[in-house]
Structure formats: structure tokens, C-alpha cells
């Protein structure tokens, strides 16, 4: 079945601007997570959506806000973007009903912040 | 907090050498430990997992034991091959938030022949 699929995957933003970014999760899979990348603090959780419900969220301020839709397809919004917003954005989806922690990933949407 | 902390890379090792990646945590409570990897140009994909003390994760040939008395889940593996280059992330979640994962830095392996 098809994977997690995460569009852009490349953009350029300037500073001061909004992005949104897409994520389909794998075919019956109610949650969806999201994870951001970068190389001096890895991968930090942002949020986790299950069922149009965010479960769990990150230490992360207000500017990165997400949701999800009833098809279970998500997406994730930064406002105001500032230079350090500039990472690989993974999103991963699991069942959601008895969770193992064990998460599909997407290959991510790189942003890059001018 | 919760956290991880995992050997630093690259490791570089050639064909059929023993492979040992250090990870060690700090978690409060029984946290779940996971060994994830990423081969180049694709997502994260889990590699093993343990749920308990004592629990041994096994897949594809790696193994990690979850140590709660060292606080370590160190992946291993016999005999390395070319196609096990790729980057590994160990990674906890607590039991309340299983999908709310926190991984260490990553280490780079890369196998020669």
C-alpha cells in the first residue's frame, strides 16, 4: 500500500511568511505526527493529531499549529517564519488505536528560511 | 526530562565486522525503546523495539536489550553488510504518549566492502 507522502517536499520561504505543508497518511491510519529535523537539535515531536484531536504537542511556540482533517490527512502551519525554522519537516502515521510507537515515516518537506 | 543520548559517527566498519551502537536514557517511569534507521534518500523506518526490563528487540540480524539497571538499549549486530549503511536514531516514548517519540542525535554507519 502507499507510504506516508508529504508535499512540497522542497520550498523557500522568507522570513516574516507562512507555509503550510501536507501530509497523507498510510491508507487507514488515524494518527498522524510530526517531527521536525534539523542537524543541531535532531528530531523534536511537534504534535500528534488522532482523529481531528491533537493528542499530545511539543515544546514548541504558538507559531507551529497543525490539524487534520476527517480523511486523517494533516497538515501543519508556521507562521512568522524565522531563520531557525529552516529543517526537514517529518510527518509519520501509525494506526493510533493500540499504540506501539511504531510510526511510518514520510521523506519530509524541506523548508528553507531566507 | 526525558532524553537519549547515543554514540557519536560516523562509525565505519567493513564487511562482516561486529557493529555496537551505544544509547543510553534518562526517562522517568518504564519508557518503550526503539532503534530506528534511515537509508539514504528515505524515511525513518523502526528497526527494533522494546516494550520492558530484560526485553531483547531482533530484526534483520540487529539486536538491542533493553538494561533498565544501566539504562542503556545498544544496538548490535555480528556481521555487518553494505546495505546496513545508513543512519540509526534510538528513541524513547512514554507510556502515556506512545507516538510522542524522542530520539537521540543519530549515528551514521557506513559499511565498505
Known amino acids: 500500500k502507499a507510504g506516508v507522502t508529504q508535499t512540497p517536499r522542497y520550498l523557500i520561504k522568507t522570513r516574516g511568511q507562512q507555509v503550510t505543508l501536507s501530509c497523507s497518511p498510510i491508507?487507514?491510519?488515524?494518527?498522524v505526527s510530526w517531527y521536525q529535523q534539523t542537524p543541531g537539535q535532531g528530531l523534536q515531536f511537534l504534535f500528534e493529531?488522532?482523529?481531528?484531536?491533537?493528542?499530545n504537542k511539543g515544546n514548541f511556540p504558538g507559531r507551529f499549529s497543525g490539524r487534520q482533517f476527517s480523511n486523517s490527512r494533516s497538515e501543519m502551519n508556521v507562521s512568522t517564519l524565522e531563520l531557525g525554522d529552516s529543517a526537514l519537516y517529518l510527518c509519520?502515521?501509525?494506526?493510533?488505536?493500540?499504540?506501539?510507537?511504531?510510526?511510518?515515516f514520510g521523506e519530509g518537506s524541506r523548508l528553507t528560511v531566507l | 526530562g526525558n532524553s537519549v543520548t547515543q554514540m557519536e559517527g560516523p562509525v565505519t566498519l567493513s564487511e562482516e565486522a561486529f557493529l555496537t551502537i551505544n544509547c543510553t536514557y534518562t526517562?522517568?517511569?518504564?519508557?518503550?525503546l526503539f532503534w530506528y534507521v534511515q537509508y539514504p534518500g528515505e524515511g525513518l523506518q523502526l528497526l527494533l523495539k522494546?516494550?520492558?526490563?530484560?526485553d531483547k528487540g531482533s530484526n534483520k540480524g540487529f539486536e538491542a536489550t533493553y538494561r533498565k539497571e544501566t539504562t542503556s538499549f545498544h544496538l548490535e549486530k555480528g556481521s555487518v553488510q553494505v546495505s546496513d549503511s545508513a543512519v540509526y536514531f534510538c528513541?524513547?516514548?512514554?507510556?502515556?504518549?506512545?507516538?510522542?517519540?524522542?530520539f537521540g542525535t543519530g549515528t551514521l554507519l557506513a559499511v565498505q566492502p
Open positions: 509519520a502515521s501509525s494506526s493510533g488505536q493500540t499504540d506501539t510507537g511504531e510510526l511510518f
Open positions: 491508507s487507514g491510519h488515524r494518527s
Open positions: 493529531y488522532f482523529s481531528e484531536t491533537q493528542r
Open positions: 526517562a522517568t517511569g518504564y519508557p518503550s
Open positions: 522494546a516494550t520492558k526490563a530484560d
Open positions: 528513541a524513547l516514548s512514554d507510556r502515556g504518549a506512545t507516538n510522542k517519540l524522542i
